[in-house]
């Protein structure tokens, strides 16, 4: 079975040969993975360790980096068209939204420093990004065309809560949200409206999956209240998942932080998977009892106990309990919950690979 055959298994609720794997490595993590494994190329090292997604991603404008240096510092796996920059002077780093970043003088931690609609929200502000460049999917095509027969494809872009708060400024966009929702309704529908026409052109080169990005919680609790999310997020992202229902295309969505409260919703939604079911607020077992017959889980690895401060072989026995409790019929893709970074030991990364590339499900 191949990572296509297996992913799709998954996604019907069916027992694939073993569980799909995914993952996100910042680069110093990815270039010692690959020294530790005696390993040079890229592609190799993702087939060693049996990730079953390849990642395409549009490419910025010409007025921007071709080598984008926020994707960089975000990780291998990591990738959405936020990340373009270009340098806007005074180790400041400046999108296609025209939102800016500014990179710390003597390490790779950044802080967003500009929001564009912060200080005077006005709609006649914003800066769209053009879509209809050619030059932006030539490598989406290619890379399809490699990948397509063997592996999963999928295209990252920003949830509309995420791109609301960049271009607005977190507590400013909360605030608006509460003193003044009918300009930030009109923000969301142009939103809407991009996200539609930007998922439309990678679904129409052959994306098979598309992630939504941005988190929408605390590990306590949502940044909203469930109800103000169900009137004003909720039917913006049925919208979206809806205008695709006649592709054959999955939806995914990236959230740390609990969020229980709205799985429902996100179902009712047209949602298929969930990651990363973040196992220090949302207990993995519990989510896929409740829930795990109508949405796929994705993730569930403990970034801050498990891959940290375990051992490799209480890495193997964690992954096993996961399998155990979260993977009957299907709907279960281990991954970390987060990137990985430096402070985690290779060993523990390449013990939960290995564990999981060998165990068979249909055993």
Request: negative net charge.
């Amino acid at each position: 079975m191949n990572s296509r055959e297996r992913f799709i298994k998954t996604i019907k609720h069916e027992t694939p040969d073993r569980i799909p794997l995914d993952g996100w490595f910042s680069v110093p993590v990815w270039e010692e993975l690959k020294e530790f494994k005696n390993i040079k190329d890229d592609e190799e090292l993702r087939n060693e360790l049996g990730i079953d997604f390849r990642m395409v991603l549009m490419e910025p404008s010409p007025d921007f980096s071709s080598k984008p240096f926020f994707l960089k510092n975000v990780g291998v796996g990591v990738g959405e068209s936020d990340y373009f920059v270009r340098e806007a002077g005074n180790l400041v780093y400046e999108n296609e939204w025209g939102i800016k970043m500014r990179v710390s003088k003597d390490s790779d931690n950044w802080s967003y420093a500009y929001h564009p609609l912060e200080k005077k929200f006005s709609l006649s502000n914003l800066i769209i990004p053009d879509l209809n460049i050619p030059e932006r999917f030539i490598k989406v095509k290619e890379d399809i065309k490699k990948y397509k027969d063997n592996f999963v494809i999928f295209a990252g872009v920003s949830t509309l809560f995420r791109k609301g708060w960049l271009l607005c400024g977190f507590s400013n966009f909360l605030e608006m949200l509460l003193t003044d929702l009918a300009s930030i309704e009109k923000l969301l529908d142009i939103l809407m409206d991009f996200t539609i026409n930007e998922i439309k052109l990678y679904v129409n080169n052959g994306v098979d999956l598309i992630e939504l990005l941005g988190d929408l919680g605390t590990e306590l609790s949502l940044f909203l209240s469930p109800d103000l999310w169900r009137r004003i997020f909720k039917p913006r992202l049925k919208n979206i998942i809806d205008a695709f229902k006649k592709e054959n295309v999955y939806f995914f969505l990236h959230s740390d932080g609990n969020i229980k409260d709205i799985i429902p919703d996100l179902i009712e939604a047209g949602l298929d998977i969930l990651n990363p079911i973040q196992p220090e607020c949302m207990n993995p077992a519990d989510i896929k009892k409740d829930f795990g017959d109508k949405i796929v889980l994705h993730g569930t690895m403990s970034m801050q106990k498990t891959f940290l401060s375990a051992n490799p072989g209480d890495v193997v026995e964690e992954t096993r309990s996961r399998i155990e409790k979260c993977g009957n019929k299907g709907g279960l893709i281990l991954a970390p919950s987060n990137v990985f970074t430096p402070d985690i030991p290779i060993v523990n990364i390449d013990a939960f690979y290995n564990f999981v590339k060998n165990y068979k499900t249909n055993k």
